[in-house]
């Protein structure tokens, strides 16, 4: 998962469980305001009362004196009632309380706020109760819970879409980083030095550290071409040198057979180490783009000419050989590369292949580029193997001939014409090495 796509959800998160936890201590909040008010009006009410209390105002309240009398006020609405009663002569006095509880008025039940205040009286104890419907404070509460959800859910989705376009813009330096710098970078010469633009100091860092190890490691790649090409130069001169001498002394008639076959035994290493020598040039020279690459290339043709020069090799284990190219192909490249590029290719299908195998060679469009590839019925290759076939000297089978430099060619001419080699291979079964092509190639 992309880094600004882990940020959003986490931001997300963070505000949904913001909006949990306020949305159930809302409720909590607004009850605790509420009932502060309340019982503010409570006890201003119960204060006024008191002040203008008298015996006449009693008398009025509660005529008779039986303990149990009650005078009882109501509002027209229901929503307050204040009640006066009398207490028996030991209860306690001066003492305010608030309490919630259901009371019917009127033939009607409703949860009220309630404050009992008992006070003394010319000796006399009363408890005068004011209470306050609490219907309102629920409608009150509900609407408040609405109406902050509501709103809670536009600032989530708001906070939500503003937070996604602005990690997308502040992330796009360091996608463009990626893309541009890495991404297509398939060797340090193609890297791109010009500056990313972005106002994070964080990625202005990482674009300079970035382009300094690459001008590192483009200095370091061109010292390593430099010396392959430099000790390959070195070396076949003495090789030359050794090769016409040992073809010399072969011309003598006073060696015996065993001299012979020693010198002919150091010609055939020479041979392989100038061979050698020439593959490590000629991957350096690819490397360095000392080829031209303008030439309309035909792969049709070159197969067919490779067939009739690797007839004999195919000939010689049985093997059937298929061409079935249901396009006429042309790209423009060096030819003589993608020459050495589709013969090491085939004659690894022979080298590798089973007596009587076959090879078949195929073409095709595959997310509207165009595919070449080479199969054969030979060994295979496990996973361990495929993963090192292009690396240099690297060998399927050690017992072969060839100095495990054809794949590693293979692999510099298809990165130097870009084109991308795609490899399936089982155990038994054969090996499939697929040429993709850029999209822009002209066919028939």
Not at 21 to 34: A, D, N, Y
Not at 391 to 403: M, Q, V, W
Request: net charge negative; with cysteine; charged share 25%.
């Amino acid at each position: 998962m992309k880094i600004k796509h882990q940020l959003t959800i986490f931001n997300a998160i963070t505000r949904l469980l913001v909006i949990l936890v306020l949305w159930m201590m809302l409720p909590i909040l607004v009850e605790k305001v509420v009932y502060k008010h309340i019982n503010k009006s409570l006890l201003e009410k119960k204060q006024k009362f008191i002040e203008h209390l008298d015996k006449k105002e009693i008398n009025d309240f509660i005529v008779r004196n039986d303990s149990m009398e009650t005078y009882a006020s109501f509002s027209t609405l229901h929503n307050e009632f204040l009640q006066l009663s009398r207490l028996p002569i030991n209860s306690e006095i001066d003492k305010t309380v608030f309490i919630n509880e259901p009371r019917i008025i009127e033939e009607e039940k409703g949860d009220y706020r309630i404050l009992q205040y008992q006070f003394l009286y010319e000796k006399m104890p009363y408890q005068l109760e004011i209470g306050n419907s609490l219907s309102e404070v629920e409608e009150l509460t509900f609407t408040i819970r609405f109406f902050v959800l509501i709103v809670l859910v536009i600032i989530l989705l708001v906070t939500f879409l503003i937070d996604t376009f602005y990690i997308e813009y502040l992330l796009k330096p360091f996608y463009k980083i990626i893309d541009t710098k890495i991404r297509r970078v398939n060797e340090p010469d193609t890297f791109d030095h010009t500056p990313i633009n972005s106002h994070s100091a964080d990625f202005q860092e990482l674009d300079m550290v970035l382009n300094q190890m690459m001008n590192r490691i483009s200095e370091l790649f061109k010292k390593e071409k430099q010396f392959i090409a430099n000790v390959s130069h070195e070396l076949l001169t003495p090789i030359a040198l050794l090769k016409n001498k040992f073809e010399n002394l072969l011309q003598n008639d006073s060696l015996n057979d065993s001299a012979i076959d020693k010198i002919a035994n150091s010609l055939k290493i020479l041979d392989m180490l100038k061979k050698v020598i020439n593959n490590l040039l000629l991957i350096s020279r690819i490397e360095n783009h000392q080829y031209e690459s303008n030439e309309t290339i035909n792969l049709g043709e070159l197969i067919t000419d490779l067939y009739q020069d690797l007839k004999d090799r195919m000939d010689e284990k049985r093997l059937t050989f298929t061409m079935n190219l249901q396009y006429d192909f042309h790209f423009i490249g060096n030819k003589t590369l993608i020459h050495i590029l589709l013969y090491n290719l085939i004659v690894n299908a022979i080298k590798y292949n089973k007596k009587n195998g076959n090879i078949t060679i195929i073409d095709g469009f595959l997310d509207s580029n165009y595919f070449l590839s080479v199969s054969d019925t030979g060994i295979g290759m496990n996973e361990n193997q495929k993963d090192q076939i292009f690396n240099r000297f690297s060998r399927i089978d050690a017992n072969e001939e060839g100095n495990g430099l054809g794949l590693a060619i293979a692999d510099s001419i298809a990165l130097f014409h870009h084109i991308k080699i795609e490899v399936t291979s089982r155990i038994n079964e054969g090996t499939t090495f697929c040429l993709c092509f850029a999209n822009n190639e002209k066919h028939n």
